[in-house]
C-alpha cells in the first residue's frame, strides 16, 4: 500500500507519520517537488484538491463505463425496458464513484498532482521577519 497525504500527515500502510517523515509516493516513485508543494498549500486547499481530482476521476470512469454497457440488452426480471437504462446509468455512475475511491487508475495521482503544483506556484512566499 502506497502512503496517503491526508492534511498534515502522510497515513502509511503502518501508522501515519508527520508529513516531513515521509515523502509522497504518487506513482510508485518518490517525488521531491510534490514535497515541497505540499509544504507551500494549506491543508484544506489540499484536502480539496484531492476531493477535487478524486471527483475527476469519478467522471472519466463513468464516462468509460457507460460507453462499456450502451449496446447491452436488458436481461432478467426487467428485460429491455427505458427503466433498466436509467438504473444502468446509476449503477455504472456508484461503480464509478467506488474504484476513484478505491485507488482508481492512477488520473486523480496526476490530476491532484498538478493542482498542487499549480497551487504552490501561486503561493507568496512566507514574509520574512525583520532582525
Do not use: C, H
Not at 508529513?19 to 489540499?46: H, W
Not at 464513484?97 to 507568496?124: C, H, N, P, W
Amino acid at each position: 500500500m502506497q502512503p496517503q497525504v491526508d492534511g498534515s500527515l502522510i497515513t502509511s500502510a503502518y501508522r501515519s507519520m508527520p508529513r516531513k517523515a515521509l515523502m509522497p509516493m504518487p506513482s510508485g516513485r518518490p517525488d521531491p517537488q510534490l514535497e515541497q508543494a505540499l509544504q507551500k498549500v494549506s491543508p484544506q486547499a489540499i484536502e480539496k484538491a484531492k476531493t477535487t481530482s478524486q471527483d475527476f476521476e469519478a467522471m472519466f470512469l463513468n464516462s468509460m463505463f457507460s460507453q462499456m454497457t450502451t449496446g447491452l440488452k436488458g436481461e432478467g426480471p426487467f428485460g429491455d425496458t427505458p427503466s433498466t437504462g436509467v438504473w444502468r446509468s446509476m449503477l455504472t455512475e456508484q461503480y464509478s464513484k467506488s474504484f476513484a475511491r478505491a485507488g482508481g487508475i492512477g488520473v486523480s495521482d496526476a490530476v491532484f498532482r498538478t493542482l498542487i503544483m499549480q497551487q504552490a506556484s501561486e503561493a507568496k512566499p512566507a514574509p520574512k521577519e525583520a532582525t
